[in-house]
């Protein structure tokens, strides 16, 4: 079995609490690291984006869990592809919050200054996941 990688956008359900994304991060981190899947999220207080790596059963697997999770709504993908390495390996999860979605990242990657995940490539969602991992903060 070989690598893979996907990218999902998804909105955030209205209610969800800064507690929750502890909790979110809490347990993709336990079950991510049990399963050598590798990532990570990023969230601007509206939209998830997120790209999970690894065995190909194992990403799926952890997708559709994911998928029912009532804290955030439809997801959508935007990238799923064989990979021959990962691209975020160093990370069972990493978390990137609402202050390093700036314009200037923004304009980088896509024709808006505000982040509109359904307007970025797939190609555009993971380079704009790789420059927020240089921010990629430790909450435990
Ligand atoms: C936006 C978002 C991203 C998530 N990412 C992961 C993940 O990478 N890995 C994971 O195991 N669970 C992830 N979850 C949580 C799962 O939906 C689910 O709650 C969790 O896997 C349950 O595991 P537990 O019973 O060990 O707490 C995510 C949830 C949301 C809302």
Known sequence: MFLVQTIYYSEV????????????????????????????????????????????SEVCETLSVIAKDPRHNAIYITSHREIAERDFSGWDMAYVGQSKFNRERMLRFSGHGDFVPSMLSGASSLALLKSLATHAEDIK
């Open 13 to 56: 359900n209205a209610s969800l609490t800064a507690k929750d994304i502890e909790q979110i991060l809490l347990s993709s981190r336990k079950n991510n690291a049990n399963k050598q899947l590798s990532g990570i999220l990023a969230f601007n207080g509206q939209y998830f984006l997120q790209a999970l790596e690894g065995l190909r």
